[in-house]
């Protein structure tokens, strides 16, 4: 059986129902298997306008048959509702709150509520989390994942190299949502990006689909028949470069692309066309994710590369 907030779901069935704060349901599929086993729980859109994760775990939710689950699944399609339904990107729009870095989140009413929900009344019935992102409205992605590297990370990077995500990188954050939950309360789980610019391909959303039946599986709770297939690496360090200074950008490297020490990964330019500074890659990598509109602001991310001393490629 499966409990949460005193609804109660019996084995071998499912529901749809509403879940969190008074002030703040979210949708849910709660879904209890015909026996005991692990539970999963699956969000999308804790970060607003990141949404090929939404249909992925809607899809899923309707299609999974209890009757075959050995354990349970938690599906929360779209968390930060208001932020989805206002439009507002990557925020939780009454505060402002950010629930991958704002856990606890004193002094954001909203979000704390939120946060302290899954805290309190979700986590501790969950053995794995998966979280899905997308990269944001200018941010075009690499499709990676990250992994706590602090605590409770073998049994997160297990599940995390039989999914389809070539780039497993670490992840010391312990203020997110799924970091929060391992790094604080020991519960291993993934953080997942796929697809960016505040699109929803199909690709993206079927790719998502697999990822969560490929956990499922490698988790014990449904089997799905098929196997990840894609070369693996794990990254256990990533530069993250910052702007300098307020300007325009111009980047001149892709996500995916090697590269080299020295090499210019863009510069910045103000509006008569003049070059305020070049940023250039300070040791050989791989460019996973970065800004890839026009806006530099002083301490956003320009480029994000995984550093080639830290990386180790998977068998
Ligand atoms: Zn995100």
């Given at each position: 059986m499966l409990e949460i907030q005193r609804i109660?779901?019996?084995?071998?069935?499912?529901?749809?129902?509403?879940?969190?704060?008074?002030?703040?349901?979210?949708?849910?599929?709660?879904?209890?298997?015909?026996?005991?086993?692990?539970?999963?729980?699956?969000?999308?859109?804790?970060?607003?306008?990141?949404?090929?994760?939404?249909?992925?775990?809607?899809?899923?939710?309707?299609?999974?048959?209890?009757?075959?689950?050995?354990?349970?699944?938690?599906?929360?399609?779209?968390?930060?509702?208001?932020?989805?339904?206002?439009?507002?990107?990557?925020?939780?729009?009454?505060?402002?709150?950010?629930?991958?870095?704002?856990?606890?989140?004193?002094?954001?009413?909203?979000?704390?509520?939120?946060?302290?929900?899954?805290?309190?009344?979700?986590?501790?019935?969950?053995?794995?989390?998966?979280?899905?992102?997308?990269?944001?409205?200018?941010?075009?992605?690499?499709?990676?994942?990250?992994?706590?590297?602090?605590?409770?990370?073998?049994?997160?990077?297990?599940?995390?190299?039989?999914?389809?995500?070539?780039?497993?990188?670490?992840?010391?954050n312990k203020k997110g949502h799924f970091s929060y939950a391992a790094h604080v309360m020991n519960i291993p789980g993934l953080l997942l990006e796929r697809g960016f610019g505040s699109l929803c391909e199909e690709e993206w959303i079927h790719a998502y689909e697999k990822d969560i039946r490929l956990a499922m599986d490698a988790l014990g709770i449904l089997s799905c028949g098929f196997r990840g297939t894609c070369a693996k690496e794990v990254i256990r360090s990533v530069r993250y470069l910052p702007f300098e200074e307020d300007g325009l950008w111009y980047s001149k490297v892709k996500p995916g692309e090697e590269i080299v020490k020295g090499q210019i990964l863009g510069h910045t330019e103000d509006y008569f066309g003049n070059i305020l500074q070049e940023y250039t890659a300070e040791e050989d990598g791989i460019v996973l994710y970065g800004n890839g509109g026009l806006k530099a602001a002083k301490g956003h991310l320009a480029v994000a590369y995984g550093r080639n001393a830290y990386r180790e490629v998977l068998p």
């Amino acid at each position: 059986m499966l409990e949460i907030q005193r609804i109660r779901v019996k084995n071998g069935t499912k529901k749809m129902v509403y879940i969190g704060p008074d002030a703040y349901p979210m949708p849910a599929f709660l879904i209890a298997g015909k026996e005991e086993g692990k539970t999963i729980l699956v969000t999308a859109q804790i970060h607003s306008g990141e949404y090929p994760g939404t249909p992925a775990v809607i899809r899923i939710g309707k299609s999974v048959d209890p009757e075959e689950m050995k354990g349970n699944m938690i599906l929360m399609p779209c968390v930060n509702v208001t932020g989805f339904q206002s439009g507002y990107n990557t925020r939780i729009p009454e505060d402002d709150g950010n629930l991958n870095a704002d856990y606890p989140a004193a002094g954001k009413p909203v979000t704390d509520c939120i946060s302290s929900f899954f805290m309190k009344e979700v986590f501790p019935k969950t053995d794995f989390i998966l979280d899905l992102h997308s990269g944001g409205l200018s941010e075009p992605l690499t499709p990676c994942l990250f992994y706590p590297a602090l605590s409770v990370t073998e049994e997160s990077l297990a599940v995390g190299k039989k999914l389809d995500i070539p780039w497993l990188l670490a992840s010391e954050n312990k203020k997110g949502h799924f970091s929060y939950a391992a790094h604080v309360m020991n519960i291993p789980g993934l953080l997942l990006e796929r697809g960016f610019g505040s699109l929803c391909e199909e690709e993206w959303i079927h790719a998502y689909e697999k990822d969560i039946r490929l956990a499922m599986d490698a988790l014990g709770i449904l089997s799905c028949g098929f196997r990840g297939t894609c070369a693996k690496e794990v990254i256990r360090s990533v530069r993250y470069l910052p702007f300098e200074e307020d300007g325009l950008w111009y980047s001149k490297v892709k996500p995916g692309e090697e590269i080299v020490k020295g090499q210019i990964l863009g510069h910045t330019e103000d509006y008569f066309g003049n070059i305020l500074q070049e940023y250039t890659a300070e040791e050989d990598g791989i460019v996973l994710y970065g800004n890839g509109g026009l806006k530099a602001a002083k301490g956003h991310l320009a480029v994000a590369y995984g550093r080639n001393a830290y990386r180790e490629v998977l068998p």
